[in-house]
């Protein structure tokens, strides 16, 4: 089995680039293997432009790049998704990258005569989120709440494709990062091992 791992971080020594090593560290010990798309580096453009817009109306087929992204994840048995939470959301290059590639005509199907069709019903999806606060102040502000809305059922339900597991992990900056890094593994490892409740959020 194969998964796509898409890390939004322009540091490599950042932690979000080790946890998403240690999700592919899992996998090739449970004989699977993984792709790291590495957004910064690759230089994907994130700008939703007038193409962009031309592919939405069903004017054009996808830009060469778009394709391209579609073309991995079509490759892929499960997507993950690593970030750090940047005013309570995803940095402005994945939420680029899911605008321009999540297209309507690939990920979903909508027009006003035949109202939406969802098109990724067979995508499995991890998400790794990066904290630099505690998980106290995710609960009193109601975040836990507010990822899953924005992005489990706002990006991926909208598309079909069923979250398998959400995991945050608080306290980034200050915290022992090496339970982060085992727990990371331990995603890799059982991937493809068993299927995951999408109701639950691991908050780590």
């Known amino acids: ?32 293997d993984a ?16 193409a962009d817009h031309a592919v939405h109306r069903h004017q054009v087929a996808p830009p060469a790049d778009v394709a391209a992204e579609q073309a991995r994840i ?15 959301s995803m940095p402005g290059m994945l939420k680029g990258w899911i605008d321009r590639v999540f297209a309507n005509g690939w990920a979903f199907e909508y027009s006003q005569e035949g109202g939406l069709r969802k098109k990724l019903r067979h995508l499995k999806v ?19 709440k507010a990822i899953k809305a924005q992005i489990d059922h706002g990006i991926f ?8 597991s959400s995991s945050l992990y608080f306290e980034s ?6 339970p982060y890094l085992d727990a990371a593994r331990a995603i890799g490892v059982k991937m493809f091992e068993v299927v995951a409740q999408p109701e639950a959020i691991e908050a780590i």
């Open 126 to 144: 991890h998400l790794i989120g990066v904290a630099g606060v505690d998980a106290g102040t995710f609960e009193r502000h109601g975040y836990d």
């Open 1 to 32: 089995m194969h998964a796509l791992i898409v890390v939004a971080h322009h540091d490599p020594r950042s932690l979000t680039h080790s946890l998403a090593a240690q999700v592919a560290e899992g996998l090739k010990l449970s004989g699977h």
């Open 173 to 178: 900056e200050s915290s022992d990062v090496e």
């Open 35 to 50: 792709e790291i798309a590495n957004l910064a580096a690759e230089g994907f453009d994130p700008r939703f432009g007038f």
């Open 74 to 88: 079509d490759r892929a048995d499960a997507l993950v998704l690593a970030f750090p939470v940047y005013w309570w």
């Open 157 to 164: 339900d909208y598309c079909g494709a069923t979250v398998l």
